[in-house]
């Protein structure tokens, strides 16, 4: 499996070049991101991951307890952490570009990026963790007025960030201003998230608030077993809850109104350049449908019992059989799939009009696909 | 009735459970006594088939553990950690767990409501249990294992994490099961919760059963004043 998972990676980092390499070559290109669009999707990527990762790796981290009733000084706990998730993205980022640089090396790919974008890139990535450490740690104030008011001196460092991005200074200037954004952000983690650290952490780990979402939740057809259908109808509350299904499904929902947003600016019949010509947008559709897929049901089919862990006893011991409690958490995963039909195989065949045929092949192979995949990842994972 | 035959387990070079007999008929207590690492766990992820022994024999009411699905009706079982799905509420997840175990919806939801509210969790009980205490999911622990009234229990270290005044309630709860004749194996490293409620006591040292008996027994075979002092003699000399 690790083998197979290199291999995904490398192949996907290097399909992402090509593509870039292939919209550099394009004449007239009608999709042609800036420099200041590039960095700062990049820039806010890893501010948002390490906005996420904080809230759940540091805030919620209760083993903390240990540090607070230690004679650390709640300042050090702060840095320490903060330390983490900064190296961490930095880790990851250098991963990232080790592989670029090895598949540019190995296929002799030609980046139109030149040294200044890659020193904006570095700085970008020092700046973005520390700015979604903040927001996060301030946005968990119990105080209303001063949360608002530290958001909105914290949020402000993304607004700079873009302006400065796509202001159009040289890059000696924009490197200049990014540094001192990166001096300010500093300090609101200096003055005013190490002094509240200790407080945000001990009310957002302890909350005992129950959950507004414990309604009566998913209900399935009779006609499913019992166990599949008890075990499918928790397994959605509990992945819900994680905020993995409303995660991906903004992620799928935004790919959807992608492709909208790509054929309002293109056209029905756009010529790229590229030789595809009627099959433009069914390849695009095709596309979103596989990371839709992907991020909706390979990815959380393959976690399907690596997630529970030591959890398993409590479906081992119970008397059903495995099959049903298996088919029950692989239901749970599948049931999302009426979101990647409505939302990638048929919005844009409806509103490029074309015929019934292509519509509903569009969401049958969609449905194919989904089943293919949960089928692999249920595989992979048992 | 539970019965453990020459029960083994390796991993690799290194024995877990070397040769271990033990027999459970209705209506008794079992206590497994033994130091960390002794075997207990591993003895009673045997028993309720989340282990395969490498050779010997588990069975509850003749049912060997090894074919574990055709037993799972017969046992109740309680893990030592308290290991749950943090995002569901403890109402939630004993209502699934009681569900798949077959109890009728109606009678169900009326055990839960009573089980909460004798074990003082109903203000929590409609919480995500990832907000609870270790005491808390203890509890929750306790009323999965008996909810659908099993004649055996497997209890590993029940009343880890309870206050005194709960443990003493988990304590005389599981006289009243024998004394309703179910059989109960329950594993503990804390001595009076055995000597308090156990029929027969085993001492577990090494993957070896290395005294038996009744607590009047042993105390009299050791000359000993309680259970910790048997429990320190036996071991020191095994």
């Known amino acids: ?178 540094v001192l954004i990166l001096v300010a952000s500093l300090v609101i983690a200096v003055f005013l998230g190490a002094p509240l650290y200790e407080e945000v952490w001990s009310s957002t780990s302890q909350n005992t608030e129950s959950s507004n979402l414990h309604g009566k939740g998913l209900k399935l057809p009779k006609s499913i077993s019992k166990s599949t259908r008890l075990v499918a109808e928790v397994e959605f509350k509990r992945r819900w809850r994680r905020r993995q299904v409303p995660g991906s499904l903004i992620v799928v929902t935004t790919m959807g109104i992608g492709l909208i947003l790509i054929y309002s600016s293109l056209g029905p019949r756009p010529d790229l350049g590229l030789g595809l010509g009627k099959y433009f947008y069914p390849s695009l559709i095709a596309m979103t449908a596989f990371l839709a897929v992907v991020i909706h049901i390979l990815i959380p089919s393959l976690n399907l019992f690596s997630r529970d862990g030591m959890r398993l006893w409590c479906v081992y011991t119970l008397p059903r059989d495995m099959k049903e409690i298996v088919s029950g958490k692989a239901l749970a995963i599948i049931l999302s799939f009426p979101i990647i039909i409505s939302m990638i195989a048929l919005p844009l065949p409806i509103i490029l009009d074309y015929p019934l045929s292509f519509i509903l092949f569009s969401a049958f192979s969609s449905s194919v696909f989904i089943f293919l995949m949960s089928g692999i990842g249920l595989w992979a994972a048992a | 009735m539970i019965e453990i035959k020459d029960l083994r387990k390796s991993y690799g070079e290194f024995e877990a459970l070397k040769g271990i007999d033990i027999f459970l008929e209705e209506g008794e207590i079992y206590a497994l006594l033994g130091s960390n690492g002794a075997g207990k766990t591993t003895l009673i992820k045997i028993l309720t088939g989340l282990l395969q022994p490498s050779t010997g024999t588990a069975r509850i009411d003749g049912h060997s553990a090894r074919h574990n699905k055709k037993i799972r009706k017969r046992f109740g079982y309680m893990p030592e950690h308290p290991d749950l799905y943090e995002k569901l509420t403890g109402e939630e997840f004993l209502q699934m767990m009681g569900s798949l175990k077959g109890i009728d919806d109606g009678k169900l939801y009326k055990k839960i409501e009573k089980f909460s509210h004798e074990l003082e969790i109903s203000d929590h009980i409609q919480k995500e249990m990832g907000s609870y205490s270790k005491g808390m999911k203890q509890k929750i622990l306790f009323i999965n294992a008996v909810i659908n009234d099993p004649p055996n229990l497997i209890l590993d270290e029940p009343t880890n994490s309870l206050d005194p005044r709960f443990s003493q309630d988990i304590k005389s709860r599981i006289e009243d099961l024998a004394s309703r004749g179910k059989c109960i ?22 993957g070896k059963l290395v005294a038996e008996g009744t607590v009047s027994e042993l105390l009299r075979k050791t000359d000993s004043d309680n259970l910790e002092q048997v429990f320190i003699e036996v071991v020191n000399h095994a």
């Open chain 2, 185 to 206: 194996l329950m594993s503990t490293h804390i001595t009076p919760v055995a000597e308090d409620v156990a029929d027969k006591v085993g001492i577990i040292e090494q």
């Open chain 1, 1 to 178: 499996m690790t083998l197979w998972f290199i291999l995904l990676t490398f192949g996907g980092f290097w399909l992402i070049l090509l593509m870039i390499e292939f919209l550099a070559d394009l004449d007239e290109l009608l999709l042609n991101p800036s420099q200041g669009n590039v960095l700062f999707s990049i820039f806010f990527f890893f501010a948002a991951k390490s906005s996420a990762e904080t809230v759940e790796g540091v805030l919620r981290d209760k083993s903390q307890k240990h540090y607070f009733s230690s004679p650390l000084n709640a300042d050090s706990i702060f840095y320490s952490k903060l330390l983490r998730v900064w190296l961490y993205n930095l880790l990851l980022f250098g991963i990232a570009m080790s592989i670029v640089s090895l598949v540019v090396g190995v296929w002799n790919i030609k980046l139109p990026i030149d040294h200044q974008f890659i020193l904006l890139l570095y700085l970008l990535i020092v700046l973005a963790p520390l700015i979604g450490f903040n927001i996060s740690v301030l946005s968990h104030i119990k105080n209303r007025l001063l949360k608002k008011i530290n958001l909105v001196l914290a949020g402000q460092m993304i607004t700079l960030t873009a302006i400065v991005l796509h202001s159009g200074l040289s890059p000696f200037y924009q490197l200049g201003y990014l």
